[in-house]
């Protein structure tokens, strides 16, 4: 009888064990749900109607008195226009008002940023980053997109302004449109020292004929991830970040299948972007907007609205801005709107994430060399779990000096659960034996496994950054995998030398665990797979210390 219970593999160590797991793994596929909205899900094909007219609107803009009708091949001809920039100043024919206007576009360059600004709604095109390249070393371009350029203004039916548009200065442009009694006046200022344009729209003569809203658009390509398996996601993401009424909205549409269309109300910061470059609205007048979500899927294309309503009763109206595009630095964001830092979205473990970024940072600024720092980093977590390990360990030498009495009272009440329950419990108080005092270390490392894999995948800090040898960029995977796999060698091992009161059957169920996380972190960044790995030597080294210390003290006992 004592053989079977022995054996009995749903005992509470096991169940506590089985728990942990569980928390593990749908922690985990909760979080590939919020990353990957699609995943689980059919393929649906089918189009929302609401969104087939959005485009129709987009791509054949409807004559009114605000602006006449271009034809649906001017139009085109327009997409063209920006999707063929050559970086130059260009010129074309274009209709509006049943006159021919002709498009400028002047041309900004430095070492920061390059762009050409159009006088069709004073919007960005061909916007390049120059101070960073991606994968393949070509320029990163963000806005890229034929409905429309970088902070584009329109009204929001979609009628398109076509402004009389000079260079004041280098980065300075201001326009002016004049329909009937309506004028529209637009400022934007690029600012050198911080990288942001400063944008101010006003509008006069406003009346009960011409009022329509008004609204500054955020195109953006969506990029196909390399890798859309949900076992071996691809870690890069593209995403919508809205902060509205002291709350945050983010929504990935990198995976997106079917068209989306969402509206938020009150925003004053829209931002769209992948985890290392975005461009992003912070508005800064007195009337708040509405932002509006736009993924088109047969576009390849997604657009952010920021909508104001413009009121009855008023004859003017101004609307001020600060647009940002390039890197998701915080050194940099900050230095512009501490408001704007938010679109470094850490999620809720952000009061986690953001002292590990700055820690990692003041390593780097010692040693300039971020894996270097993230070893460090690792070195520091561990240290602070250190005196919850030694609890641990106390625990569960408690729990084995009074495993033969826990067996004799299992025995002895088998037929009464309820005194065998109350007998246990009084012989683990007596002997300060907390079953649950081995969980605590793993509880505490796992909110910072998550807060350190989106310090990673979220900092331009690591971007490209090389390590060693074969780890050329922290942000991208191993390209050998040899970091997945000595971090699975060394979670293997620190858990056959762990000692343990599990019996055989439970010990090899959990010793699939290193195989299923070196499985998880094959695609995942080499920074995060480096902390992984360095965490496990160390709780390696940590487990010899302690067992070679407690038969040290029992040899002399």
């Not at 009121?311 to 630095?329: M, W």
Request: charged share 20%; net charge positive.
């Amino acid at each position: 009888m004592q053989e079977q219970q022995q054996t009995n593999p749903f005992n509470s160590r096991f169940l506590m064990a089985m728990i942990i797991f569980a928390l593990f793994y749908f922690g985990w596929n909760s979080y590939l749900q919020k990353k990957y909205p699609d995943f689980g899900k059919k393929n649906q094909t089918a189009q929302s109607p609401q969104i087939n007219t959005e485009l129709k609107n987009q791509e054949r803009p409807q004559t009114s008195d605000l602006e006449s009708g271009s034809s649906s091949a001017e139009f085109s001809k327009g997409k063209a226009d920006r999707q063929g920039g050559n970086g130059k100043s260009q010129n074309s024919d274009l209709k509006t008002d049943n006159k021919f206007v002709e498009e400028k576009k002047f041309t900004f360059e430095n070492k920061e940023l390059s762009f050409e600004i159009s006088n069709k709604g004073m919007g960005l095109v061909n916007l390049k980053v120059n101070s960073y390249t991606d994968k393949e070393n070509k320029p990163i371009l963000l806005g890229q997109s034929a409905l429309a350029g970088l902070f584009e203004f329109r009204f929001a039916d979609n009628k398109i302004v076509y402004f009389e548009m000079s260079e004041i200065a280098k980065g300075h442009y201001k326009g002016i449109a004049k329909i009937d009694d309506l004028i529209v006046n637009r400022e934007i200022i690029y600012n050198e020292s911080n990288n942001s344009f400063d944008s101010q729209i006003n509008l006069s003569g406003l009346n009960d004929k011409n009022i329509q809203n008004i609204k500054v658009l955020i195109p953006e390509k969506i990029n196909v991830p390399e890798s859309q398996s949900w076992l071996f996601p691809s870690y890069e993401h593209q995403d919508f970040y809205v902060s509205h009424a002291s709350k945050t909205t983010s929504v990935n549409f990198s995976s997106a299948k079917e068209n989306l269309s969402q509206e938020i109300k009150t925003a004053n910061i829209l931002s769209v972007g992948n985890q290392y470059f975005a461009t992003a609205i912070l508005d800064k007048s007195d009337l708040l907007p509405d932002a509006k979500l736009n993924v088109l899927i047969n576009e390849s294309a997604a657009l952010g609205e920021l909508v104001y309503p413009v009121l009855p009763g008023k004859a003017e109206l101004s609307i001020k801005q600060v647009f940002y595009a390039g890197p998701k630095s915080i050194t940099i964001l900050s230095a512009i709107s501490d408001e704007l830092t938010s679109i470094i979205n850490f999620g809720w473990l952000g009061f986690i994430a953001k002292p590990l970024l700055f820690t990692m940072k003041w390593f780097y600024a010692q040693i300039s060399n971020w894996g270097v720092a993230i070893i460090l980093l690792t070195l520091l977590v561990r240290l602070f779990v250190l005196p919850f390990n030694l609890m641990s360990m106390k625990s569960m030498k408690a729990m084995q000096k009074i495993q033969p009495e826990m067996t004799a009272i299992r025995e002895k009440y088998k037929e009464d659960p309820i005194r065998m329950n109350q007998e246990i419990m009084s012989l683990m108080k007596v002997n300060k034996a907390n079953p649950f005092g081995g969980c605590l270390p793993m509880l505490l490392q796992i909110p910072i496994f998550f807060a350190l894999y989106r310090v990673i995948g979220s900092s331009i800090e690591l971007y490209q950054s090389p390590f060693m040898l074969w780890i050329t960029d922290l942000s991208s995977h191993d390209k050998f995998y040899v970091l997945p796999v000595l971090m699975g060698a060394t979670m293997f091992t620190q858990q056959k030398i762990t000692p343990t009161n599990m019996d055989p059957a439970q010990a090899k169920i959990l010793l699939y665990m290193p195989l299923v996380m070196s499985v998880f972190m094959l695609n995942l960044p080499s920074g995060l797979t480096l902390y992984m790995f360095v965490s496990g030597l160390f709780g390696i080294t940590q487990q010899y210390f302690m067992l070679k210390s407690n038969k040290a003290v029992v040899t002399k006992i």
